[in-house]
Nanobody, 123 residues
Framework: QVPLVESGGGLVQPGGSLRLSCAAS????????MGWYRQAPGKERELVAR???????NYADSVKGRFTISRDNAKKSVYLQMNSLKPEDTAVYYC?????????????????WGKGTLVTVSS
């Protein structure tokens, strides 16, 4: 198990900004893809943004131009800068990591999830 701790959620007015952070802990040497998913009430979980260990990114069409994903491998962290927030961005945001290589050389090709952080966009 890989603990993923998210932070940065909260209440923001439409048009505002928030920055989400997610930090992994444990004996991790490297991680393949890191990303953010979200789940709004009554809807399925969906990909928001994803970044590979090579720095390639992809975004949901609904957030392109407004959200930016980045990662800091030394800190084992991934970030999501969210600008021009809209009420429809309201959801629980989950950090995701896929593919972990431990410091002892073991590779786990599976998904790991954080517990989620709530983002509410409302006036």
């Amino acid at each position: 198990q890989v603990p993923l701790v998210e932070s940065g959620g909260g209440l923001v007015q439409p048009g505002g900004s928030l920055r989400l952070s997610c930090a992994a802990s444990g004996s991790i040497f490297s991680m393949n893809a890191m990303g953010w998913y979200r789940q709004a009430p009554g809807k399925e979980r969906e990909l928001v943004a994803r970044i590979t260990d090579g720095g390639s990114t992809n975004y949901a069409d609904s957030v392109k131009g407004r959200f930016t994903i980045s990662r800091d491998n030394a800190k084992k962290s991934v970030y999501l800068q969210m600008n021009s927030l809209k009420p429809e961005d309201t959801a629980v945001y989950y950090c995701n990591v896929y593919g972990i290589l431990t410091t002892t050389g073991q590779y786990y090709g599976m998904d790991y999830w954080g517990k989620g952080t709530l983002v509410t966009v409302s006036s």
